[in-house]
T-cell receptor
């Protein structure tokens, strides 16, 4: 099976702009979670989607949003970018068979200038 | 109560030695404890995971030890190899929730 894919891999944006990141989960996986990784804050949970519904949300401002499509692909959006949003954004997929195993993609490196 | 504390921050081990990374948690509702390995430029990769109904789980050179009463768990890497040099993260969550709470990470360097 192909792993989790994320596009784009690298992105440079300017403060105030918005950005959309994409994630395709492992085939058959219906749950997608997003995480932000920074040197200062480490790995932090953003949100989880299952069956096109947000199930959990982390402690991030409303500028961070996401959605999931019927084919389980997911996108996250960050509006009004700030310098502090520079990070590696990771997507993880998992099956819904009761297993908690989550498999991460390579991430999207976002740089805000 | 959602914190997972990880130590040490960095670790240098000689080839063939044992690497030990420790984590402690506060939330007694946590019942799933995975360890992830991350190489530079890559996403975290699931190494091994444990549930609190067992005290130890071994997969190859990787072993998780779990102490429920102390709310601590640790990763042991036996016969450490230079290829094991990476950052290791412990994490925790509970049944019905997929949001992982991560430790701060341990940068392991295995010297040849």
């Amino acid at each position: 099976k192909a792993g989790v894919t994320q596009t784009p891999r690298y992105l440079i944006k300017t403060r105030g702009q918005q950005v959309t990141l994409s994630c395709s989960p492992i085939s058959g996986h219906r749950s997608v979670s997003w995480y932000q990784q920074t040197p200062g804050q480490g790995l932090q949970f953003l949100f989880e989607y299952f069956s096109e519904t947000q199930r959990n949300k982390g402690n991030f401002p409303g500028r961070f949003s996401g959605r999931q499509f019927s084919n389980s692909r997911s996108e996250m959006n960050v509006s009004t970018l700030e310098l502090g949003d520079s990070a590696l954004y990771l997507c993880a997929s998992s099956s819904t068979s009761g297993s908690h195993e989550q498999y991460f993609g390579p991430g999207t490196r976002l740089t805000v200038t | 109560q959602q914190q997972v504390k990880q130590s040490p921050q960095s670790l240098i081990v000689q080839k063939g030695g044992i690497s030990i990374i420790n984590c402690a948690y506060e939330n007694t509702a946590f019942d799933y404890f995975p360890w992830y390995q991350q190489f530079p430029g890559k996403g975290p990769a699931l190494l091994i995971a444990i549930r609190p109904d067992v005290s130890e789980k071994k997969e190859g050179r990787f072993t998780i030890s779990f102490n429920k009463s102390a709310k601590q768990f640790s990763l042991h890497i036996m016969d450490s190899q230079p290829g094991d040099s990476a950052t290791y993260f412990c994490a925790a969550t509970y049944t019905g929730r997929r949001a992982l709470t991560f430790g701060s990470g341990t940068r392991l360097q295995v010297q040849p």
